[in-house]
């Protein structure tokens, strides 16, 4: 039989269209007088498999295992798949199989070569996220000229990668990793940087701070509070095909895992169950999560609403903003000029609230927001820590959210 495919050999191979990305990124030409200096994207991660297992009564029932990460299961695929077709040691064809503890008193289960684990990044988000490595090649190397064709070894300080610490999120800065360099830096070893969940600042963390904590439960409350009686009308279409689970809010399993299982199904075009292609239903539970998780970032108290915003993504936002700072400040001496951040869906909703435009949708898996720095080489005056004049972003929030419609002037 042949070897399977390579994750850059399928994305090959599939067709575009819809979801592809374009050399541009989507990006207008700006003035002729405006210099791009930076750029940085903040992306979620790949399509991935559900968290928790839901729907096993659904007719159909949904599988215990799904079988959409053959990618990961080959060592030579997931990790060596640029070094070309020679054969590769022995050691480099380990293939990973999932094992399932057995009945009492009887052997475990050996799952099929490409099942993936829960939450696990499958072989479509591999391809969206190699994908996007290459549009960022695309625009940032070969048209803005941003990055050299080839880097150096000592080029680790230009590229910014950071990832939160979960196989996912790092196996897709992986494979932007992989698109953004192409075949052309085989020599240059990116650094990928990974926090101790501890110290993240790209996920709200409640258990570090007792406010955040607090704000968070709070709006958790009022969202079982609003919409229970509301998803309670839908009871006879879920329990049947959740295992007699209801759906709501505050339930475990939450009404929130079940939400997410039907979007993960939609993401790799797999038959919804009946039940769940009533639309109403579905934004019903949309709108439930949404207030359960970010309501916070929207309270109707203006201050309780700054509080939310500087304590749940506030040290993240700073995050981007000191980068670019630096880069008015000390022009070419800031060497660093492409930042690539691979969080969650909760970063993203986070900082579309935080600059208001979230259009009240959850993100889809591979979207995405960038901003990009530039100076206007018309502006003379010379940049300060409190003024930065003659410089400007504007950001670009993929998957139907709206784009910032103005360039903003870079002010703290």
């Keep these: 039989m042949p070897p399977n495919p390579t994750v850059a050999e399928e994305a090959a191979s599939l067709p575009?269209?819809?979801?592809?990305?374009?050399?541009?990124?989507?990006?207008?030409?700006?003035?002729?007088?405006?210099?791009?200096?930076?750029?940085?994207?903040?992306?979620?991660?790949?399509?991935?498999?559900?968290?928790?297992?839901?729907?096993?009564?659904?007719?159909?029932?949904?599988?215990?295992?799904?079988?959409?990460?053959?990618?990961?299961?080959?060592?030579?695929?997931?990790?060596?798949?640029?070094?070309?077709?020679?054969?590769?040691?022995?050691?480099?064809?380990?293939?990973?199989?999932?094992?399932?503890?057995?009945?009492?008193?009887?052997?475990?289960?050996?799952?099929?070569?490409?099942?993936?684990?829960?939450?696990?990044?499958?072989?479509?988000?591999?391809?969206?996220?190699?994908?996007?490595?290459?549009?960022?090649?695309?625009?940032?190397?070969?048209?803005?000229?941003?990055?050299?064709?080839?880097?150096?070894?000592?080029?680790?300080?230009?590229?910014?990668?950071?990832?939160?610490?979960?196989?996912?999120?790092?196996?897709?800065?992986?494979?932007?990793?992989?698109?953004?360099?192409?075949?052309?830096?085989?020599?240059?070893?990116?650094?990928?940087?990974?926090r101790n969940p501890l110290d993240e600042d790209m996920l709200p963390y409640p258990r570090g701070c007792r406010r955040l904590h607090i704000l968070m439960q709070k709006f958790a409350d009022e969202a079982a509070k609003l919409y229970n009686p509301r998803l309670a009308r839908y009871d006879h279409l879920v329990s049947p095909s959740d295992c007699g689970h209801l759906p709501r809010v505050n339930a475990s399993p939450a009404v929130s895992g079940l939400f997410d299982t039907i979007r993960v199904m939609e993401a790799h075009g797999l038959p919804i169950p009946p039940p769940f292609q009533d639309s109403s239903l579905l934004e019903l539970m949309e709108r439930a999560v949404l207030h359960e998780w970010f309501g916070g970032y929207r309270a109707p108290d203006l201050e309780e609403r700054r509080q939310y915003r500087r304590l749940a993504l506030g040290p993240f936002v700073e995050s981007l903003y000191r980068p670019m700072e630096r880069r008015a400040m000390r022009g070419d001496a800031e060497p660093l000029r492409l930042s690539v951040f691979l969080g969650h869906d909760a970063t993203l909703v986070g900082l579309c609230h935080i600059l208001d435009v979230f259009n009240n949708r959850w993100p889809a898996f591979h979207a995405g927001l960038a901003i990009e720095l530039f100076h206007d080489r018309q502006e003379t005056a010379p940049a300060t820590e409190q003024h930065q004049p003659g410089y400007y972003v504007r950001c670009r929030i993929t998957q139907g959210a709206p784009s910032c419609a103005h360039w903003m002037p870079f002010e703290r």
């Excluded at 991660?45 to 659904?58: D, Q």
Aim: net charge positive.
């Design 16 to 194: 575009t269209g819809r979801g592809q990305f374009s050399s541009t990124l989507g990006w207008r030409d700006p003035p002729p007088h405006m210099e791009l200096l930076q750029a940085a994207y903040v992306l979620r991660h790949g399509e991935r498999t559900p968290v928790r297992r839901r729907l096993t009564t659904a007719n159909p029932p949904l599988p215990p295992t799904w079988n959409l990460c053959h990618a990961s299961r080959n060592f030579e695929h997931s990790v060596l798949h640029i070094v070309g077709k020679e054969r590769l040691p022995t050691m480099t064809q380990i293939q990973h199989r999932i094992e399932v503890a057995g009945q009492p008193g009887e052997g475990p289960e050996i799952g099929q070569q490409g099942d993936c684990f829960l939450g696990e990044l499958t072989d479509a988000g591999r391809v969206s996220m190699l994908r996007i490595g290459q549009a960022l090649r695309k625009r940032y190397v070969d048209l803005e000229h941003l990055l050299p064709a080839k880097l150096a070894p000592g080029d680790q300080d230009k590229l910014y990668l950071r990832s939160t610490a979960m196989g996912r999120t790092i196996q897709s800065l992986d494979q932007v990793i992989t698109g953004l360099l192409g075949l052309q830096n085989c020599d240059f070893v990116p650094h990928e940087y990974i």
